[in-house]
């Protein structure tokens, strides 16, 4: 059975930083990204990493966020730095069975098939 289990969100100030985790099991991933969601809007692709590493960024969040994957745990990682109330969002991981998703492509939510249940990040001061 595939599941995946996102961790770590919660209340920060601006500029704070947050680390958000997402264990999967049942499967090993190609593709992995983080999305997020705000009420009333779809959902949009944060950052990506690949089978060979490659990320993506969306342009918002690029020199403040890094993905990474631990394959040796099964385990995908969004480190958040200087974050901003902007950011604030339901953030949730996805996986896709492509293992070569890069560019917008990497960042589309409909490339994605198994997704979390979310985690929530609150920016405010």
Do not use: I, K
Request: charged fraction near 15%; include cysteine; glycine fraction near 14%.
């Amino acid at each position: 059975q595939v599941q995946l289990a996102e961790s770590g969100g919660g209340s920060v100030q601006p500029g704070g930083s947050l680390r958000l985790s997402c264990g999967l099991s049942g499967f090993t991933a190609g593709s992995m990204g983080w999305f997020r969601r705000t009420p009333g809007t779809e959902h949009e692709g944060v950052a990506a990493v690949n089978s060979v590493g490659t990320t993506t960024y969306r342009d918002s969040v690029r020199g403040r966020f890094t993905v990474s994957r631990d394959s040796a745990v099964n385990t995908l990682y969004l480190q958040m730095d200087n974050l901003q109330p902007e950011d604030t969002a339901l953030y949730y991981c996805a996986t896709s069975w492509s293992l070569y998703l890069s560019g917008s492509q990497a960042l589309a939510p409909n490339n994605y098939g198994n997704w979390g249940r979310g985690t929530q990040v609150t920016v405010s001061s």
